[in-house]
């Protein structure tokens, strides 16, 4: 319901060709490629608002770069890691929210678990 009581319609388009009629959606497209989702709510009474698009890139493994630190870097107890990376998708950056980092410690001949679920881009 809008603000002057009029119920709302809401219209997903996924891109594909595929619509869902619901204010939220659940979608699993089939085949590979980029789509532009984007959902229209009306009041029915020619007030119709788009969200903005978002990209949706199917079937791509992401190309991670990981910028800091560098390959082969050591660091000693207590010394602070600065950790900076960013992943693409078909070329399309991901949103930073969307990383996640993992550090392992390497130690001699084995290794230890360090640090789990950082989330962004550094």
């Known amino acids: 319901v809008d603000f002057n009581g009029d119920p709302l319609t809401y219209t997903w388009d996924f ?9 939220e959606a659940v979608y699993t497209y089939t085949t590979a490629g980029q789509y532009t989702a984007v959902l229209q709510v009306d009041d029915g009474h020619m007030a119709v608002v788009y969200s903005s698009p978002v990209v949706v890139v199917v079937g791509s493994v992401p190309e ?3 910028s800091s630190p560098g390959d082969g870097a050591s660091f000693r107890a207590g010394d602070v890691i600065v ?15 969307l990383l996640s980092w993992t550090v ?19």
């Open 104 to 122: 392992d410690l390497f130690h001699n001949d084995h290794t230890h678990f360090y640090l789990a679920n950082i989330l962004g881009s550094s």
């Open 64 to 66: 991670v770069v990981i």
């Open 15 to 23: 891109g594909d060709g595929s619509t869902a009629d619901a204010r």
């Open 83 to 97: 950790v900076h990376g960013h992943a693409l998708v078909s070329g399309v950056m991901l949103n930073a929210a």
